[in-house]
Nanobody, 119 residues
C-alpha cells in the first residue's frame, strides 16, 4: 500500500498558522483524490479537506481557514491552516481517501502530525 509521511505540526497560539505536509510514496495523479483527516482525544477521526482533480472540499468548520493543495512533482499534499482555533487541536493525517466528516474508513494511516492550539 502507499506510504504516507505527515509533518509540519506544532504548538501555536489561536489565530496563528501552520502548514502541514504529506509525502506520498507514489506519484499522485491529478485525478487521485487525497484528503486530510484529524482525530482529537476521545473523538472520532474526521475528514477535514479533500482534493480531487483540482476540486477541493472542506468540513464546514474549517471553510475559509484551511486550504488543501498538492504538488504532483513532489508527490506531496499540503494543508495550509490559518486562523487556528483551540478546537483544531488534534492529530492530523493524510490519506488517499475522499471523505469529509466522521466515519472515515481506511486501514493504512501514517504516523500523523500533532497540532496543538492554545487560547
Amino acid at each position: 500500500q502507499v506510504q504516507l509521511v505527515d509533518s509540519g505540526g506544532g504548538s501555536v497560539q489561536a489565530g496563528e498558522s501552520l502548514r502541514l505536509s504529506c509525502e506520498v510514496s507514489e506519484y499522485i495523479r491529478d485525478n487521485y483524490c487525497m484528503g486530510w483527516f484529524r482525530q482529537a482525544p476521545g473523538k472520532e477521526r474526521e475528514g477535514v479537506a479533500t482534493i480531487d482533480d483540482g476540486t477541493a472540499t472542506y468540513l464546514d468548520s474549517v471553510k475559509g481557514r484551511f486550504t488543501i493543495s498538492k504538488d504532483n512533482t513532489k508527490n506531496t499534499v499540503y494543508l495550509q491552516m490559518n486562523n487556528l482555533k483551540p478546537e483544531d487541536t488534534a492529530m492530523y493525517y493524510c490519506a488517499p481517501v475522499c471523505w469529509i466528516g466522521p466515519r472515515v474508513k481506511y486501514n493504512f494511516w501514517g504516523q500523523g502530525t500533532q497540532v496543538t492550539v492554545s487560547s
